[in-house]
């Protein structure tokens, strides 16, 4: 029998290919990384040791508490800190300047992102300098005998186009008595007609302003202590659950350039054409850039702003987001998205809306123009965000009921087309609008942003609606919880890290799932971003007594519930969504430390500080091994941690993940002798394990690929997600977000930039009850 050819060549047979369903298989072995983690830590603990320490010690609340005292503990210490800046202001007999936010020197840093994309960059020479230095010359153009001929005034006109001065940025910067010839923080108290969008995006947050102005002493709360003659001015706002105050100086961002530097070569030694100059272009609040109130002496809602935009890190972080947050983010109420055209009781709404400013605030957002003819929207801007000031209902002459919402444009008047201002049915001017509405409604025409609408035009005009249930009163308690969650490629509930609710008594009870702020350290996102959603239900029941979820906003979820004394269990479903074109967080810290280390710092921080949230200091674990030996009540009342413990401590919560170690499991060194060698690299930090004060990670080797249904039969394919819902000033996301795989080949650099599957999201729930004995806490599986 003769041999086989290819055996008696010598050559070898072929490999045989792995089945298909192995290829999968190992596909799916290496999608996702070993130990999942993110970075927790942009700077180096031993920098901001002392600025991170309270953050540390105390964290947000875990227990069962009033609302009421953090407000009232961020609000004390923002009346001591504008009095020491004071007191340090007359002493040295000048106005403050704020060193964090300063408008004058780091103008680019206060206006900008960590990431600035449209910002050209400038000559290697400072153009002021070399302005300066020119204008010497110009001055005396026989002081240096030129070796060429040249003109001098016309070099020194062109070098004063400085860069960044077209019109779509700011032109100038002064204090408040430059521009205001009386200024006034408030005249005749805080009002909605004060409130004026100025040239930035942000008529999310002014429509949210202008709301809060409707409930009686609300903004006093928010702008709580100033001392105008100094030019100090102290806020609060809530972020991540807590609240935090902030103070800023008196310097605002102007439309017009200085006389001197419009006109540089004018012969004006009166000084009259620098006046008159002034008085057009740089006096009462139409000279200011950003927002500003409608009185030309009041000054409240451009500083108001500014603080805003102080807390994000800058005035563009501020663009685009949802009216409901930023309600949140100066009242600590919880927002909730309504898609009109879902509404399936148009009564209980209407009820709802009667509540306005009492129990409620609402915002109103019109949708995207795509498809359709822009005149359909009867003057209303597309994709923008109104106030809804107030609803009413009233019988007309013949007895028949009808019912009004009254609505207001943040701009405060009608755009040079005459937009922004409804015209359909009961607008100003309108048909329906006889004698005996004039009287009964008490409304005057006028271009000042305020109309009327029919509730049911308000149906069908408006695209969303966004409710936010105030906290107000002393009666209502506060509990929450964050922790770090590794997410799976494929989405499922997390029933092996759900949250238990011990409610003791009966009322009304409102679970809010949030994910970390990321408008405060924007540019340090990183590729991931994530859709929340949770089911509510008995302890041990397998029926949902609610669900929630939303594809529209991100931030947050929310459920409001009348529920009866028992255990209830939230559990949360993360979806992740991945963009491979964006940079990864610690890619990113590398070019800003060399190429803008100080708006690095600032933001970095802002980060840092959100995420000790789901890294806790417990000063009793440094010592304890047992995570249970100390109940978190406990750990409140230790001794305050010191700088060293504090640097060592921030160590142990960056461990790499590559160690696979946890924050609180031991590392078989003593915190204090922890490496600091490498202080100034980014480190990754695996989800931390339990804790006693709540930290919890939720770990998996491989991602999994069981889905229930919802109890409503829906898989998360089955999701519509509109992207027509935005206001212009919402932000629409990524283009390029992916939740699965690419198999084709890309190029060496986009591999390793896109890297194994390492989603991880923290979270927190908070629990608003009259529940003064509620409980909760964190359950892990």
Same mark, same amino acid.
């Not at 430059?178 to 947050?205: A, R």
């Not at 949140?328 to 009820?351: F, P, V, Y």
């Not at 060698?677 to 069981?706: H, M, N, Y």
């Given at each position: ?62 227990? *069962? ?36 936010? *300063? ?399 011990d409610v003791t008594e009966p009322g009304i009870v409102v679970f809010a799932l949030s994910q970390l702020d990321e408008r405060y350290y924007q540019g ?54 991945? *963009? ?43 010592t304890s091994k047992d995570p249970k030996s100390t109940p978190p009540q406990e750990s409140k009342t230790s001794e305050q941690p010191t700088d060293d ?65 919802g109890p409503e039969g829906e898989g998360e394919g089955d999701r519509d997600y509109d992207h027509d819902h935005h206001d212009h000033d919402h932000d ?25 599957? *390492? ?23």
């Open positions: 029998m003769s041999e086989h050819p290819a055996a008696s060549s010598g050559t070898p047979a072929k490999e045989k290919p792995p089945p298909p369903q192995q290829v999968v298989a190992d596909f799916w072995a290496e999608f996702s990384i070993e130990q999942p983690g993110r970075v927790t830590r942009i700077l180096p603990p031993s920098s901001h040791a002392k600025l991170l320490k309270k953050e540390i010690s105390n964290g947000p609340t875990l227990g *069962n508490v009033k609302t009421t005292l953090g407000y009232e503990a961020a609000r004390d210490e923002c009346r001591k800190k504008v009095q020491r800046i004071a007191n340090e202001c007359r002493r040295l007999n000048e106005k403050w300047s704020d060193p964090d936010f *300063n408008l004058e020197s780091d103008e680019d840093n206060c206006l900008h992102g960590l990431i600035d994309n449209d910002s050209p960059r400038g000559p290697s020479v400072d153009v002021y300098d070399l302005r300066n230095a020119l204008r010497v010359l110009n001055s005396a153009p026989n002081l240096l005998a030129p070796l060429e001929t040249i003109s001098l005034p016309a070099l020194g006109n062109i070098l004063e186009r400085e860069p960044h001065k077209d019109s779509s940025y700011p032109q100038s910067v002064h204090r408040v008595d430059f521009t205001f010839n009386k200024p006034q923080f408030t005249i005749d108290g805080f009002g909605t007609s004060d409130v004026q969008q100025g040239q930035l995006g942000d008529c999310w947050w002014v429509a949210s302003a202008a709301a809060l102005c409707n409930v009686d002493g609300h903004m006093d709360k928010i702008c709580v202590a100033r001392d105008e003659e100094c030019g100090v001015y102290g806020f609060v706002f809530f972020r991540d659950g807590e609240w935090i105050s902030t103070v800023v100086d008196d310097n605002l961002c102007l439309n017009s350039v200085d006389f001197d530097d419009a006109y540089s070569a004018a012969y004006d030694p009166s000084g009259k054409k620098a006046k008159k100059w002034k008085e057009q272009n740089q006096t009462g609040s139409e000279a200011l850039f950003y927002a500003s109130c409608e009185d030309s002496n009041e000054t409240w809602l451009p500083l108001l702003e500014k603080a805003y935009a102080k807390i994000h890190g800058d005035y563009d972080a501020t663009e685009s987001g949802w009216a409901g947050e930023g309600v949140e983010d100066m009242s600590g109420g919880i927002a909730t998205t309504i898609n009109l055209n879902r509404i399936l009781s148009k009564e209980r709404l209407w009820q709802e809306l009667l509540r306005a400013n009492k129990d409620f605030i609402f915002t109103i957002s019109t949708p995207g123009a795509e498809g359709g003819d822009s005149d359909s929207r009867n003057g209303l801007t597309s994709q923008h965000a109104y106030t809804v000031l107030e609803a009413v209902e009233h019988e007309d002459e013949a007895g028949k009921s009808i019912r009004f919402v009254r609505i207001r444009n943040p701009w405060g008047l009608r755009d040079p087309t005459g937009k922004g201002e409804w015209d359909g049915s009961w607008s100003d001017g309108s048909k329906e609008w006889t004698p005996y509405w004039m009287e009964k409604l008490k409304h005057k025409f006028g271009d000042d942003g305020v109309f009327y609408i029919s509730f049911e035009d308000m149906l069908k005009r408006f695209n969303l609606l966004d409710r936010v249930r105030l906290f107000n009163g002393d009666d209502w308690y506060i509990s929450q919880w964050w922790t770090s969650v590794t997410v799976p490629w494929m989405a499922t509930y997390l029933d092996d890290s759900k949250f238990v609710v340090l996102e990183g590729q991931y971003s994530f859709d929340l959603h949770f089911l509510l239900r008995e302890a041990g029941s397998d029926d949902h007594i609610a669900l929630a979820g939303s594809e529209l906003r991100a931030r947050s979820v929310s459920a409001e519930l009348q529920l009866e004394p028992g255990k209830y269990e939230v559990v949360p479903k993360i979806v992740a969504y991945r *963009n491979k074109d964006d940079d990864l967080v610690e890619e990113t810290v590398k070019k800003a430390a060399e190429s803008n280390p100080r708006k690095l710092q600032q933001i970095g921080l802002n980060y840092d500080r959100a995420h000790l949230k789901a890294t806790q200091w417990n000063p009793i674990s440094e413990k504090v640097v060592a401590r921030l160590e142990t919560l960056a461990i790499s993940s590559s160690q696979g170690v946890t924050a609180t499991e031991s590392t078989g060194v003593d915190p204090a002798e922890t490496d600091t060698t490498k202080d100034d690299e980014v480190r990754r930090e695996q989800p931390p394990g339990t804790s006693a004060v709540g930290s919890v990670a939720t770990q998996r080797d491989e991602p999994q690929l069981d889905v229930p249904l629409h996301g990524p283009d390029n977000i992916e939740q699965q795989p690419k198999t084709e080949d890309q190029p060496d650099e986009a591999k390793h930039a896109a890297g194994p599957w *390492n989603a991880v999201c923290v979270v927190g729930l908070r629990v608003y009850s009259k529940d003064a004995n509620l409980g909760l806490h964190l359950e892990q599986s």
